[in-house]
């Protein structure tokens, strides 16, 4: 907090919220624009559905989802379809706002003519999903995992998960759910805030027992009952760097309308809540993100009626401490500082020939000595040295990491799933105008007119038309007033649209892939051509 005002640039800004300050220049700030907007239950159901389109068995961690009140008939439908083709197929489905917290205007229903349509629905959009019947339980009771993910960056993606996270119970036990049952939130809603009303919340001093607990107690348990709790962890970093895949397209927009290339900025890291839910076969299914996960490490206890006292909470604290203290140690500037004297170096020893023990460096024009200048580097640095007046390393005698890299460590295995990424990349080349998020008509054009998309069997009247139509249905949406135009989903919307009508027989993702190959081979060739003729 700054009751004076902020006078001089800071290393990490730490926003409460969200990223809300534009005279930030330098640095770096724990929130990156556009995340509380693209982890709402609507934006990121669409995100994954995006996905799911291209890669169905990847993205089978999301339960089916429909957006109200716009898919309604189209829920409707696909249950009536789903019932006729099997009639023992006994659905529940939950009903949540979209933008609600904290477990606020759940509820759930057996039939779609449940839904409570009244005006309600229309002032305030939602999303209807499978419930998951069959959770894991753990002494009879529904639980889910909320774990800490770390996104470093977005331009490399550097993705780093907790270790270790929370377990958070119901305090009823579990039913599956039926007619008479389906009200009692205590049994189906994980919720600490709701559960802690329950007079059945056990608060604990010990991280293995009561409604809150450590993930790792959880995986204790399970790996004694012989559970396999690697292939378990494996198929959660799956899940929590796919989701991450599915939201980067539009983030990236976000970033460059706010913080665009070029321009003074600072660079973004956020902490992220990933909320999981394990089925009783141990398959984890995404039930939502937090952009601003709850950092508390203490609980209210009642004394006496009315009276309230803030207390320890130790199980918040091993967890939450570690996520803290380690993204700043990942985040620290000192330590950026150090790998990019390491990398100028590298990069001066690559572009000398060294065949003494001497280098000239370029940049500062002096002569250095390669032994003495990596001394320097494996040991704390020089700025440390100033600071701490010591030659120890500002790292030793703090615990190991908590946070553990899997993206890029896992990109080889995740990588041909990051094709939006490209047609965003695409977007944004023809967004023109910095700080827009929404392409004009004529933006769109060019892209088509560069990428050589326009033939004889698709005139520019087509390409208009295209533009026109998918452009109105977006907008008719509601998603944002506040721009006319393209928005990155109806681009990419478009663009599924002119892959399949150009690789009619393939299936969509090598359909799409073989439209990003064609378009960005053009545009280099066009870059190039145009390099030369500035030349000229
Ligand atoms: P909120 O943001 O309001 O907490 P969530 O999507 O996290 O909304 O849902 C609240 C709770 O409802 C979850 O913690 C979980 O216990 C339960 N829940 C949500 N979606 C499902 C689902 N598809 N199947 C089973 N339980 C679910």
Redo the contacts with the bound molecule.
């Keep these: 907090q700054f009751p004076f005002g902020r006078r001089l640039p800071c290393d990490i800004y730490w926003h409460g919220v969200s990223f809300h300050d534009n005279d930030i220049f330098s640095g770096q700030v724990n929130k990156f624009p556009g995340m509380t907007e693209m982890v709402r239950?609507i934006t990121l159901s669409r995100a994954v559905r995006t996905m799911q389109d291209l890669f169905p068995l990847e993205y089978n961690f999301y339960?089916r989802?429909w957006i109200l009140p716009e898919e309604f008939p189209l829920f409707v439908a696909e249950v009536r379809m789903m019932k006729d083709s099997d009639p023992s197929w006994k659905p529940?489905?939950?009903v949540?706002?979209d933008g609600?917290?904290?477990?606020?205007?759940?509820y759930l229903i057996k039939d779609p003519s449940d839904i409570r349509l009244t005006g309600s629905i229309q002032s305030r959009p939602a999303?209807v999903?499978?419930?998951?019947?069959k959770?894991l339980l753990v002494d009879k009771l529904?639980?889910?995992i909320r774990l800490y993910v770390l996104l470093k960056s977005l331009e490399p993606l550097e993705i780093y998960i907790a270790k270790d996270g929370l377990s958070?119970f119901?305090t009823e036990p579990y039913q599956e759910p039926t007619l008479k049952n389906l009200h009692q939130v205590f049994m189906?809603?994980?919720?600490y805030?709701?559960n802690i009303h329950s007079g059945n919340f056990i608060h604990s001093d010990n991280v293995n027992t009561g409604s809150k607990r450590t993930f790792s107690s959880i995986l204790c348990r399970l790996s004694s009952r012989g559970a396999d709790v690697k292939k378990l962890w494996s198929d959660i970093i799956s899940l929590v760097i796919k989701t991450i895949i599915a939201l980067t397209p539009e983030l990236k927009v976000y970033y460059q309308s706010d913080i665009p290339a070029g321009k003074p900025g600072p660079t973004c890291f956020q902490i992220l809540g990933f909320?999981i839910?394990l089925m009783k076969n141990l398959k984890p299914?995404l039930?939502?993100v937090?952009a601003n996960p709850s950092m508390r490490i203490e609980h209210e206890q009642e004394l006496s009626p009315g009276v309230f006292e803030n207390v320890p909470s130790p199980v918040d604290e091993e967890v939450k401490v570690a996520v803290i203290r380690d993204t700043l140690r990942l985040v620290d500037p000192q330590k950026k500082k150090r790998k990019d004297v390491q990398q100028h170096i590298e990069s001066c020893k690559s572009k000398i020939n060294i065949r003494y023990n001497y280098f000239m460096c370029y940049r500062c024009q002096t002569l250095e000595h390669v032994s003495e200048a990596n001394e320097e580097l494996l040991d704390a640095g020089p700025a440390d040295r100033r600071e701490y007046g010591t030659t120890r390393s500002p790292e030793a005698g703090l615990p190991s990491l908590c946070l553990k890299q899997v993206f890029p460590k896992y990109a080889k295995q995740f990588n041909y799933l990051r094709l939006v990424d490209r047609v965003a990349a695409l977007f944004i080349r023809f967004l023109g105008v910095k700080g827009t998020t929404k392409l004009g008509p004529t933006g769109f054009r060019t892209f088509v007119r560069n990428c050589k998309l326009s033939n004889s069997n698709f005139s520019m009247a087509s390409v208009d038309i295209l533009y026109i139509d998918i452009t109105r249905r977006w907008n008719s949406m509601g998603i944002d007033h506040k721009e006319s135009g393209m928005c990155l989903q109806a681009f990419v919307e478009a663009f599924f649209c002119l892959a399949q009508k150009k690789y009619k027989s393939l299936p969509l993702h090598e359909q799409v892939k073989s439209l990003i190959d064609f378009c960005e081979y053009h545009l280099a060739a066009l870059d190039e051509k145009r390099l030369v003729c500035g030349r000229g």
């Design positions: 239950k339960p989802s529940t489905f939950i949540k706002p609600g917290c904290q477990g606020d205007g759940i999303v999903q499978e419930y998951i019947c959770p529904k639980f889910d958070r119901c189906h809603l994980t919720n805030s709701l909320d839910l299914m039930l939502e937090n």
